[in-house]
């Protein structure tokens, strides 16, 4: 796990695109793990947080070419209730804020499906999709103010597959802000389990802000335990943490991680 702790949010940004660039430009055979002609599979998070990486990926595009076309991605999670096309919902949110502003064709963009009849199986085909399409190459994720990846809320099993959780009131609180009345957060969501997002093969989580100061102590500096499902991230291969100062400012070996980014040999890439 490598922590790195960056000067404002925007350099948060451009170094989560630098890692998403990287694969998309390499191509899978260049990821261990992949087999030459596959394509990159990218995993993307909603949330505010991530925007900032999306946006500048569309700068990239625009600017300097780079090219998703190659590329398929699969979302964390999606609201229980809500059709597809809802303002709020995770597909709607990810072509709004990512896949519209890029060359990464809209059926090759995937989410678990909240409205399916039967969610149990649609829970099943989801984590089957993931794994026919070679597993995620980097998979994006944010942080909630619980601990929460996905929406793998606390509490939850930590080799847990795509399943049905219950939000708690916090996060119900948090995410209120994209609807236009709290009482329609949904109480139900069908997420990746924690198992499902460990098979990733680099997990990037981005936190900035203070809010996320104690969730990011607890998931990098705190026990392994289902109590902070980021906490996973812990004995992941491949798991770097982009932070700002504000998202840092909880951690105990803070200098510590601005030593070892610092002084990082030039030869190692994030
Ligand atoms: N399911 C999403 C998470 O994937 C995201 O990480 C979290 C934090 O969101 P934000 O980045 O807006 O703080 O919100 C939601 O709960």
């Avoid at 229980?80 to 990512?98: C, D, H, M, P, V």
């Avoid at 607890?218 to 932070?243: M, N």
């Amino acid at each position: 796990m490598e922590i790195v702790i960056l000067d404002g949010v925007d350099a948060v940004d451009r170094t989560a695109a630098d890692i998403v660039e990287r694969v998309v430009r390499a191509g899978p055979a260049a990821n261990p793990g992949r087999s030459a002609g596959s394509t990159p599979v990218l995993g993307l998070a909603t949330g505010s947080t991530p925007v900032g990486t999306y946006r500048e990926l569309a700068r990239r595009h625009r600017e300097d070419g780079l090219s998703f076309a190659r590329c398929r991605a699969f979302l964390l999670d999606e609201y229980i209730g809500l059709s597809k096309t809802a303002e709020q919902s995770y597909f709607s949110f990810i072509r709004q804020n990512f896949v519209d502003h890029v060359d990464l064709d809209d059926a090759a963009v995937f989410s678990p499906d909240g409205d399916a009849d039967d969610i149990a199986s649609e829970a099943q085909r989801y984590d089957a999709a993931i794994a026919a399409a070679g597993g995620i190459d980097v998979q994006i994720l944010g942080i909630g103010t619980d601990g929460h990846i996905g929406f793998n809320e606390p509490g939850s099993s930590l080799r847990s597959r795509t399943r049905v959780k219950t939000l708690t009131e916090q996060t119900r609180v948090d995410n209120a802000r994209f609807f236009d009345s709290p009482e329609d957060v949904p109480h139900h969501v069908l997420t990746q389990g924690l198992g499902t997002i460990d098979e990733a093969r680099h997990l990037v989580l981005i936190a900035t802000g203070e809010s996320k100061a104690e969730a990011v102590a607890a998931a990098v500096e705190g026990p392994l335990t289902a109590f902070c499902p980021a906490s996973t991230i812990q004995w992941h291969p491949h798991a770097t943490v982009l932070l700002d100062e504000g998202a840092a400012s909880s951690l105990a070996l803070g200098e510590y991680y601005r030593y070892a980014y610092a002084n990082k040999p030039r030869w190692q890439h994030l």
